[in-house]
Structure formats: C-alpha cells, structure tokens
C-alpha cells in the first residue's frame, strides 16, 4: 500500500507568517510521531499521537507549535509567527500501534525555510 | 542525554561487508536495540531491531552482546545505495525513539 505522505514538499514563507504541515500516514496505523531535523543534524522529537490524542507533547519547542489529529488518520502541524530557527525538514512517521517494539515508517518530510 | 555512542564515520569497499559498532552499556533489560538509516535527503528507514537474541532479515543482521552493553549491524555485502546515516537507538518502545547523530556510512566503489 501508500506509504507516509507529506504536503507540501517545499514551503517558503516569511517570518512572522504560520504555516500548515500535513501528513498522511499508512492506513490502519494508529500512532503518529512529529520530528524536526535541523541541516546536518539528528532528528529531535517534537510529539506523539495515538489515535486523536497526543499523550506526549513534550519536544513541543513553544508555545507556537501545535499538532492534531483527526479521525485518527491526517495531523496538521501549526507554526505560528514563524522565526528563521524553525528552518529545518519537518518528518513524520507512522507506526502500526504506539507504545511497543514496533518500526516507524517515514514520510520524505517538508522542507520548511523562513525567511 | 545519549544512551548510544556510534562512531561518527566509516567507510566501506563496495561488496564487502559492512561492520557498523554501537554501545548502550546503560541498557535495560526492557530496552530493545533499534537501527534506522537515513539515504541524503529521504526520511529516515527502518533496517532491524532486537531484545537480546541476534536478529537477520533481508537488509541486515544484527549481533548484541551476551551481556547487551554494545551491537553491531551488519551489512553483508554492500552496495553503493547503503551510503547513509545509520542510527542506533536504545529504546522501550517506539514512543520513546531518539535518535542521535548516527554513523556516516560511505560505501566506496
């Protein structure tokens, strides 16, 4: 089947603006992970979803990113009042059941600059 | 705060086998031993992970310690596409997955 999807690929936008990145994991998955990878650095983890409910928002950098998830299928991560350190790829990943030895599989991320 | 320690880059012949060390000497005994790679500019791919028995399958093996303290991901024979990042990430569940700065693996013709 489909794999992780992800929109937009690219997204330019000014400083100050929000964004809206999108993510469409396997169908039947039930947790969904966000991560941020700054250039030529590892990925850091910014929030977890089982189901609609994120039991760990906890690498949320401010109070400017959010994240849902509705009908335990499409997120939405929000950036508000962007600043130029939000500059980086955004991944997301999907995994059968959360809280167990399963693999994540990978979307191919949005590259996000602000300017 | 890391609980692996990988050498930060390694180079490989083309058909031979790749040899990829991790330590995780504060392992638990709960924890499993995951490896990702990351291909330039791709998100990160899942290759194998296991509890305390060594693992195989289609991409890779992987060999732990008796005593679990270190592992190593092995490559049969490589190819120019395994040029990547490789993770590896000590972690109970896959809620709890961080991922550090990895092995630079280059495979050279």
């Known amino acids: 089947g489909a794999g992780v999807s992800q929109s937009p690929s690219n997204k330019v936008t000014e400083k100050g603006k929000d964004v809206e990145l999108r993510c469409d994991p396997i169908s039947g998955h039930t947790a969904l992970y966000w991560y941020r990878q700054s250039l030529g650095q590892g990925l850091e983890f910014l929030i977890y979803?089982?189901?609609?409910?994120?039991?760990?928002k906890s690498g949320l950098p401010s109070d400017r990113f959010s994240a849902e998830r509705t009908g335990g299928s499409v997120s939405t991560l929000t950036i508000q009042r962007t600043q130029q350190e939000d500059s980086a790829v955004y991944l997301c990943?999907?995994?059968?059941?959360?809280?167990?030895?399963?693999?994540?599989?990978f979307g191919p991320g949005t590259r996000l600059t602000v300017t | 705060d890391a609980k692996t320690t990988q050498p930060t880059s390694m180079d490989c012949a083309e058909g031979r086998a790749a040899n990829l060390p991790c330590n995780h000497s504060?392992?638990?005994?709960?924890?499993?031993v995951y490896w990702y790679r990351q291909i330039h500019s791709q998100g990160p791919q899942y290759i194998i992970h296991?509890?305390?028995n060594n693992e195989t399958n289609e991409m890779a093996s992987l060999i732990i310690t008796e005593d679990r303290k270190s592992s190593t991901l092995i490559l049969p024979h490589a190819t120019l596409r395994d040029t990547a990042v490789y993770y590896c990430?000590?972690?109970?569940?896959?809620?709890?997955?961080?991922f550090g700065a990895g092995t630079r693996l280059t495979v050279k013709p």
């Open positions: 990430i000590v972690s109970q569940n896959n809620n709890d997955m961080r």
């Open positions: 990943a999907s995994s059968l059941v959360g809280g167990g030895p399963y693999e994540q599989y």
């Open positions: 504060t392992i638990s005994g709960n924890e499993y």
């Open positions: 296991g509890l305390k």
């Open positions: 979803f089982q189901g609609n409910s994120a039991p760990d």
